[in-house]
Each structure stands twice: as C-alpha cells, then as structure tokens.
C-alpha cells in the first residue's frame, strides 16, 4: 500500500503528535508499505525540500502556538511537489495547513482519507481568550463545533485515548471511533550502560549528585499544570522538611517565564533546576537520571512521556487522569489528586524497598509493551486503512 502521512509537525519537534507519526512511518515500512511523510519545512527554510519520501512544505510560524509551523492548503507548488507522488490512501494528523491539504488531495484524487485526533483543543482557549471567560467559552463552543465537522469528513476516525473518544462524543460526534493508542519505540529508552553514563555526566553538570529527582519532561505550557506541581512540592517540602528533593524541568514553551516566576513566588529557587530544550536522543538519559517523572497535565490524549518513562525504568507520579492510559495506582506508577496525595504518594515513592520497586517497574514495562508496541500500534492502523479502502469499493 502507498500511503502518505500529513502532519503539520514532524521530526526534529519533540512532541506526541511527531514521534507517533514518526513511529507509524517506521513500522509501516517494515511491514513492506511505502510511506510518504508530507509536513512543514523547518524554520529558516523558504522552499519545498524533498529527501526520499520525507517532503517538507514551507509554513508561517506561529510563536503563540509553540513556535508550529503553518502551511498553506491550496498552494499549487504543494500540489506540484506531489502530482508525480503515488498514493492509496491519505492519513492526516492535523486539522490545519497540511492536514487541510490532505484533505483537499484526497478529494481530488478520489482516494480515502483517513483522520487521527491528537489534541484536547479545549485546553489550549487560554491562547486566545487570556483569561477573559466570555471570550474563553465562546473559543470552547468553536472547536467543538470545528472538531465536529472535522470528524464528519474522513472515510474512518480514529484517536489516541478513550478519554478523547469521550470528549469527542460530549462535542456531539455520533459515528464510530476507533481508539488507538500510539505506540511508543521502548527501545531507545531502556537505560544501557551509555546512557546510565550519560545520565551521570549530565546529573554532575546540573549539580544534581545525590538529590532526589522529580523531572517534568516536554513542552513548557500554561496546560501542563507545573504551577500545580510547584505548589504541591512546596507543601510536601514544608511538610516532610525534605530539603534533598529537586524538580527538574526539561523542555522549553510560552509558558517558562511564569514558571520562573511561580518558583520564585513560591520559593523554591533552591529547589528548581531548568535544563531547557535538550536533543531528542538526550531524552532517554534524563529519564535515567530520574527519581521519578512528574507530571501535572490534564490536557493530554495519550500522554506518551508516561510511557517513555516506563520504559526508561522510571516510576512515574503523575496527577490523576484518563489519558495515562498505562499508570495504575500502586501498581505501575503512582496517581495523585492534591497537595496531600502528591505528598502521601511521594513519600510512599521514596520509602519502596528495593524488591517491591522492581516489582512495579517490571510490570509497568511488561504492560507498556503489550499495549503500547509500535508494531500492534501499526497493525490496527492498517485494519483502519482496509475498512476505509473498502468504503471506496
């Protein structure tokens, strides 16, 4: 099968939607489809760049949405670019620039069209409304309208997590949905002998030798609830007096001023360490020279750094919510609602011995892989590719 992924962000970004579509590509490939990547070139380049099956369209970027990149859906360099491209079938992962281009191929080219729902946008209205709740409820309104009429387009819908199915449902979208969960390539997590040296390398360099570490990994937005995790620390170090605990955040986003701001509101400067935007490939390593993850995000649909971190042999704290498909109290991770049940769960955390740690490592592995490999994440892909070529039948 000939299949193009549009997405308007790829490779090198670090987030959900460009590693799943990363990962979809790989392992179609390895089952022996040809698979064409179409998203948006990176920043500083002007043309259209193709390499291989990898095609990059140039965009405007956008600063108030996480520096993304937008393309336009009816150039016809960009359909020049692709008249010589072959394809079955078109799965978009956007609803914007490339993804409203692949729409509009699909259309012209009479071929099915398939849609992956990636984003909770009501959890990013504070983009647009800065606060104002009028204007807020009414942003709401719209993307539940707009994701309405986005899911009544292609010839099969699917999304990451029965949460956002959920959510979908609640908009008013009564055809089916298939939930697939995006798969996540545990390999290049599991904590080898270079990345444990690695991981000392950086924990020396950020002055971390002996501390306990708590780090936040991904994009830095007012949605992933770090202001709610400083504060929770804040309460659980003035209530154990754990003057050794640190929390490590690792990414870059809008919202990293507020976030210094709230540490120093807070005082935690002796507490906090910030890393910045780290490589991809560092990614397993600060895993590694982690306590724990920490997570505070209610606005995701998978939430794959829980599933890295459980490859990586991390335990993960994360604040209670659907999306964390993989974390199951007491027994893979730990969940935490408040202030008080971040501290209890902490501290349970801290005081594991060493057989009942393993214990849930080991099974938060083994279940992260039954459920989350890339190839069962290809295979069910490929079950919605078929139903939807046999609509056009």
Known sequence: MRIGLFTDT??????????????????????????????????????????????????????SLYSYRVSSPISPRNFDVLKDVPLDLIHIHTEYGIGYFGRILAWIRDIPLVYTYHSMYKDFTYLISH?????????????????????????????????TAKALRSYGIERYISVIPNGVDLSEYAPTPEIIEQAEKIKKGLGLEGKTILSVVGRVG????????????????DETGDENVRILIVGDGPYLTQVHERVKDLWLENYAVFAGRVPHDHIPAYYALSTALLTGSKSETQGLTVNEAMAAR????????????????????????????????LTRLLHMDAKERERMLDTAQERNRERFSPARFAEEMLKVYARAIRKYW
């Open 10 to 63: 790829y490779l090198p970004d670090i987030n959900g939607v460009a590693t799943a579509v990363d990962t979809l590509a790989r392992e179609l490939r390895q089952l022996g489809h040809e698979v064409f990547v179409v998203t948006t070139n990176l920043a500083g380049h002007s043309r259209i760049e193709r390499e291989g099956n990898l095609i990059r369209i140039p965009g405007i970027v956008l600063k």
């Open 131 to 163: 606060g104002n709740r009028v204007v807020d409820a009414a942003v709401g309104k719209f993307f539940s309208v707009f994701s309405r009429r986005w899911a009544e387009a292609p010839a099969e819908f699917t999304t990451p997590s029965e949460k």
């Open 222 to 237: 007012q949605e992933k609830g770090i202001d709610f995790l400083l504060e929770c620390l804040r309460r659980y170090i």
């Open 314 to 345: 991390c335990p993960v704290l994360a604040r209670h919510d659907a999306s964390f498909q993989a974390v199951e109290d007491g027994v893979t991770g730990f969940f935490f609602s408040d202030a008080d049940t971040f501290t209890s769960r």
